[in-house]
């Protein structure tokens, strides 16, 4: 909305001199005031008024609006579902939400409130989050991952921090949203997955995971050191190129088969190893499910059983 200007310095100058000339005139009657200027100034003050009532309202109503604006930002910061933390462009926690302090289990008003974030992460953390808070260096995809916070004096936790600079009036001014996600989970997969590949490299039987397509994920390192199959040609390779060719047709159907009932199941082939020998493997399949009960596909634990069925000859079912 626009307005008329009203010159404040031109309009008391003149009123001064209308009060002037007013008091001038009481002692001596035959000095006139001019009625004319006195109209025209209180028209223009009563102008000035009306400017000021509509400023002043739209003052309030703008206040009223930046109050809502914050509260909503409160709110919404209050109630993220992660930890969430404000700090200054030196390190200085500005605020934290009520998430922060649950998992440091401290009080966000005295204990974390004007405090050092880096304080609040392990040494090697610290190095890597300093220069992007002060605006030094722009975190990779706005993410700093697997920094150690330390939510206990003999417990630290994995999380990710990504960072969000708040932009201000003044860089001096100017701060940082820093949201903390909890890697714990994704470490003990990984872990979890070390230590299971681990178990079976350490294990004589021939091991293969394969999906609900029947490409190759994984074989273990029997698997490898049999066949001579490289560990970077197990993910998406053919496996069935080493069943002996008179077998290959036969494997392929029967566990396509097999993997639409997605029941457990045992094959026995002839499998080649590295050298182009083959040997007699019975395959023990096992299905495959997601936390959800989702088919994913099939581990394999193939055993070699070629002195048993070359002392049996007949038996190879």
């Known amino acids: 909305m626009s307005h008329s200007k009203v010159n404040l310095v ?38 000035y008024q009306a400017e000021l009532e509509i400023q002043n309202e ?32 030196l390190g200085f926690i500005v605020e934290a939400n ?5 998992l440091l289990g401290l009080s ?43 939510v206990a004096a003999d417990r630290t936790l994995p999380c990710d921090v990504h960072v969000m600079q708040l932009r201000a009036a003044s860089k001096l001014e100017e701060n940082s949203l820093l949201v903390l996600v909890d890697r714990s989970a994704d470490l003990a997969l990984r872990e ?25 994920l994984y074989v273990n390192r029997a698997w490898r050191e049999l066949t001579g199959w490289a560990p970077e040609a197990g993910a998406g390779g053919d496996w069935s190129a080493h069943i002996h060719p008179e077998e290959q047709a036969r494997c392929r159907d029967e566990i396509a088969r097999r993997c639409s009932d997605r029941e457990p199941f045992s094959l026995d082939y002839r499998l080649r190893r590295g050298d182009g020998d083959y040997r007699w493997v019975r395959d023990l399949a096992t299905p495959r499910h997601d936390s959800a009960g989702r088919f994913l596909g099939y581990i394999h634990q193939c055993l070699d059983i070629t002195d ?4 049996s000859p007949l038996v190879k079912d």
């Open 192 to 216: 979890s997955e070390h230590a299971w590949r681990s178990l079976a490299d350490s294990s004589d039987a021939l091991i293969r995971i394969a999906d609900r397509d029947l490409r190759c």
């Open 108 to 150: 966000r008003h005295r204990s974390l409130r004007g405090g050092s974030v880096f304080q609040l992460f392990d040494f090697d953390s610290r190095a890597r989050l300093r220069p992007v808070v002060q605006r030094r260096e722009k975190p990779p995809s706005g993410a700093l991952n697997f920094l150690g916070l330390q």
């Open 308 to 311: 048993r069925v070359e002392a």
């Open 10 to 47: 031109a309009l008391r100058a003149r009123a001064e001199q209308a009060i002037a000339r007013g008091q001038a005139s009481r002692p001596n009657a035959t000095v006139a005031v001019d009625q004319g200027d006195v109209t025209r100034l209180v028209e223009e003050l009563c102008v």
């Open 98 to 102: 009520r998430q922060t302090a649950d």
């Open 58 to 89: 739209e003052l309030v109503q703008a206040q009223v609006r930046i109050a809502g604006a914050l509260e909503r930002y409160r709110l919404l910061f209050e109630h993220l579902p992660l930890p969430a933390l404000v700090v200054d462009g």
